[in-house]
């Protein structure tokens, strides 16, 4: 007998869901997302009002099972600031990094980030609960995330912890999954991964999906699909926009609509970690962007072309770099980047060897 509310409303639409999921897609996937039932591991869920505040919906609200089971992310946690820190992700970005995990009968996979538990619940449903370890640094998430898996008839192995470190007790895996963003693969995930192994993980606005070559090293790329996630939890110093509007103005041709959208991407990769926003007017225009990294870098550029920075990096320095890189002639390929990882170097390259690239930051977590 089921442990949750289901109704013959709720089981057609999650029959549906599936279906349309796995449309010209991965068939083995099709009967995980037909028999795990999302609404347990998402009993309420977050949207946000015309006046960004955020409403929770639940079980018998209005439009709750419709909106659970459509193709679309939906927003779990948020912090005292009205924040979200935790999410059930988008189902066709969790099948289709599913699909580039590639699993077969009897590996072992270890996830970063459990978030609601769905994730690790089709991993248990596709492999066994026995084959499957998921970590998530927040305790209540997981204990949460424990309690629903029970309800589905699942019991992973789930731990509190930070994510970035595996746990090596469960070690070696064959497969890893991620579902926080990273700026480089953590060190812990390489050695704790068999021979041949796996990874799939978002970078930047992106998914990397890597293959073990030797004791620390991989190679990889980025899969087709454009991607963000929220990062691994961190407590930056937030942007002193204030001073750098003091600071001596310089000019650029690169129009701040460009970092939003044409070269948000590349720019993960060669600022990762970076933050960004905007200011419109009341047409909804954008008229100025900013970014910062959390080395206390910060730049702004206005719609007039001119350009304020100041920190440690000059930040639109680099803008301007990728913009001579990938002219407006150049069709920005997510999966035209490529990744290879050492013990000591984590490299993003476009296209052939040789071309332009771009080292992450340290892989300690």
């Not at 991965?26 to 977050?46: C, K, M, N, S």
């Not at 960004?52 to 609200?61: A, F, H, K, L, Y």
């Not at 750098?244 to 650029?252: I, L």
């Amino acid at each position: 007998m089921n442990h949750w509310p289901d109704t013959g409303v709720s089981a057609a639409l999650r029959q549906k869901y599936a279906t349309d999921l796995a449309l010209d897609r991965d068939g083995e996937w099709l009967q995980a997302f037909a028999d795990v039932p999302r609404h347990i591991f998402v009993p309420t869920f977050y949207t946000q009002s015309t006046d960004m505040s955020w409403q929770p919906v639940t079980w018998g609200d209005g439009g709750y099972l419709e909106a659970v089971y459509r193709d679309a992310a939906l927003t779990t946690q948020l912090d005292e600031r009205g924040v979200p820190t935790s999410s059930s992700s988008q189902p066709s970005l969790m099948l289709t990094m599913l699909e580039a995990l590639d699993v077969r009968d009897g590996h072992r996979v270890f996830e970063l980030g459990t978030g609601t538990g769905y994730n690790a619940a089709l991993l248990s449903h596709r492999l066994g609960e026995g084959h499957v370890t998921s970590v998530d640094v927040d305790p209540g998430l997981v204990a949460a995330a424990i309690s629903r898996l029970r309800q589905a008839g699942h019991r992973p192995t789930l731990a509190a912890g930070d994510g970035a470190l595996g746990y090596a007790r469960r070690a070696p895996y064959d497969r890893l999954i991620a579902t926080a963003g990273l700026q480089a693969v953590p060190a812990a995930l390489l050695e704790q991964a068999a021979d041949d192994a796996v990874m799939v993980a978002p970078l930047g606005y992106g998914i990397i999906r890597a293959q073990v070559t030797g004791p620390g090293h991989a190679t990889g790329r980025f899969l087709p699909t454009p991607a963000h996630f929220m990062a691994l939890r961190t407590s930056p110093a937030p942007p002193d926009l204030d001073a750098v509007r003091h600071e001596r103005p310089g000019s650029t041709s690169v129009a701040p609509q460009g970092v939003l959208e044409r070269l948000k991407f590349p720019l993960s990769i060669a600022l990762p970690g970076y933050t960004s926003c905007s200011w419109k007017d009341d047409r909804g225009e954008v008229t100025a962007v900013g970014l910062w990294t959390a080395d206390g870098s910060v730049a702004t550029v206005d719609s007039t072309g001119t350009v304020r920075q100041s920190g440690p990096r000059r930040l639109w320095d680099s803008v301007e770099k990728l913009a001579a890189t990938f002219t407006e002639d150049i069709e920005i390929a997510h999966d035209d980047f490529r990744v290879a990882i050492t013990p000591t170097r984590q490299t993003v390259t476009y296209r052939e060897p040789g071309g332009p690239s771009w080292h992450l930051p340290s892989a300690s977590r």
